[in-house]
């Protein structure tokens, strides 16, 4: 009878800190959700300001959002208006280009390479067609090629466009080793590997590039032809 009761005595206890664990967990997941709103909000707001700073910011919110593994559907909307801002999205006082911000469209891009989706490799793709700055399309090009997604070829091809505009226009060193490095990551996914071996091939054959570069383009064509 005694060991009755300390059964249900315990039995009762669990279930009492049980419904407490349960309360304490639902206060929690509606106080997160409440915050997670309340952060979406200020990026929003941040973001899509025509001040500068407040863009710097609404960075620098994303950058910690997402090392902490949060992302929402208003974040990834705010990183691909930041990403084109000033070449997708313009804002002209007077007929000058207002908010013309390379480095936020760099930093943009950046973050856009931890969001492994559709529609970030789509932006980003955009991005590359659309920039001039060879700064923010290696950028770009950097985060497509830890993103990953090349169905039908469709980045290695936008890859091998730039390769071919910048070559011509523009040669940077350091563009070019980052078209290398998201060859190099995207190999695997490649179809047809011979358009982006000549497109390796054209840049260890400029000697506009650096020698270290050109080394890469000359080891990367041998892995490729090697496996």
């Known amino acids: 009878m005694k060991k009755a009761k300390l059964f249900l005595a315990g039995l009762l206890c669990l279930t009492l800190a049980a419904g407490a664990f349960a309360q304490s967990r639902n ?8 915050l997670s ?10 973001s899509s300001s025509p001040e500068y700073d407040n863009k710097l910011i609404a960075l620098q919110y994303l950058e910690n959002a997402l090392g ?3 992302s929402t559907p208003d974040m990834i909307r705010a990183l691909t208006g930041l990403a084109g801002e000033g070449v997708t999205t313009k804002a002209r006082t007077n007929g000058r280009l207002m908010n ?4 936020i469209r760099r930093k943009a891009c950046e973050l856009l390479g931890q969001v492994p989706t559709e529609e970030s490799k789509n ?6 067609a659309d920039d001039t700055e060879s ?3 290696a950028a770009a090009v950097h985060s497509l090629g830890d993103i990953g997604l090349n169905e039908n070829d469709e980045v290695v091809g936008a ?25 190099e990551k995207l190999a695997d996914t490649v179809t047809d590997k011979a358009p982006m071996i000549e497109s390796i091939a054209a840049i260890a054959a ?11 383009a000359y080891d990367l064509i041998r892995d490729l032809q090697s496996k």
Do not use: C, H, W
Not at 27 to 33: A, F, G, M, P
Not at 159 to 183: G, T
Not at 206 to 216: E, I, M, P, S
């Open 27 to 34: 206060e929690t997941t509606v106080e997160d959700e409440y």
């Open 37 to 46: 709103s309340v952060e979406d909000v200020i990026i929003t707001e941040l």
């Open 68 to 70: 902490e593994g949060r």
């Open 100 to 103: 013309n911000y390379p480095d």
């Open 123 to 128: 932006t980003l793709v955009q991005i590359i």
């Open 135 to 137: 700064m923010v399309v």
């Open 159 to 183: 890859i091998e466009f730039v390769q071919r505009r910048y070559a011509a226009l523009n040669p940077s060193s350091s563009l070019a080793l980052e078209i290398l490095f998201a060859y």
């Open 206 to 216: 400029n000697y506009r590039f650096a020698t270290t570069v050109r080394t890469k």
